[in-house]
């Protein structure tokens, strides 16, 4: 007797009716990512990094102001003096020490205020500066400044240090006295550090400025 064969089940027919409507989603392939998309995170790290060092030499070095108590002097009691400068200067740049000489007797003086610089290391005062005021007759109470840019002669290397300075005044009928001890001005270790800091954070934010404007305004 032969063996019945079954027969192949009849396929699936999907009837739809003839308003039916139906959406069709089309998923494009993975996408590799990039080498920036790979790399970006690392580089807001170091962009991070960089400005935060920034910062904190800024901090540290450029921005500290000293305001040092008025000096006086027993054998020219008839003036007091007061100094203001930053406490770092480096190598290459300028810095500035302003010298306030105020009149505290009852009568005007006239004299000679120098801010001496020490021997080391070497100072070079700016062509259109001066370190030297002139008193001529300043009345009781009065007050006169003075703004003393200077330099280091130095070449601008890696290095840290200080500078000593000390005011020197000769008052008429009183002769001439330095007062001491000499105040300090410490030396950053990095060179052109006012010069080259502002123009480092600018150059990092320009570089990166496409991915953080895309960060900070996405819809931009």
């Known amino acids: 007797m032969a ?26 392939p993975e996408k590799k990512p990039g080498a920036w998309d790979r790399w970006r995170p690392y580089a807001y790290y170091a962009l991070g990094g960089v400005l935060m060092i920034a910062g904190l030499m800024a901090f540290f070095w450029l921005f500290p102001i000293e305001y040092s108590p008025a000096l006086s002097h027993p054998d020219a009691p008839q003036i007091a003096i007061t100094l203001t400068y930053p406490r770092y200067i480096a190598r290459g740049d300028e810095g500035t020490i302003e010298m306030t000489v105020t ?18 290391p070497v100072v070079r005062v700016a062509e259109d500066s001066s370190n030297t005021m002139k008193l001529d007759k300043l009345s009781p109470g009065g007050k006169q400044s003075l703004r003393v840019r200077y330099s280091l002669a130095q070449a601008p290397v890696f290095g840290s240090g200080s500078l000593e300075f000390t005011p020197r005044a000769t008052i008429e009928g009183s002769g001439s006295v ?27 934010l320009g570089l990166f400025w496409d991915p953080i404007k895309k960060w900070l305004f996405p819809s931009g």
């Open 103 to 120: 009149n505290v007797a009852q009568e005007a003086i006239s004299g000679t205020v120098v801010l001496a610089f020490g021997d080391a």
């Open 3 to 28: 063996k019945r064969v079954a027969r192949p089940p009849a396929p699936a027919v999907l009837t739809l009716p003839p308003d039916a409507t139906f959406k069709v989603q089309v998923v494009p």
């Open 178 to 204: 330095d007062y001491s001890p000499p105040q300090r001005v410490d030396i950053a270790f990095i060179p052109l550090l006012r010069t080259v800091l502002p123009g480092m954070i600018l150059g990092v």
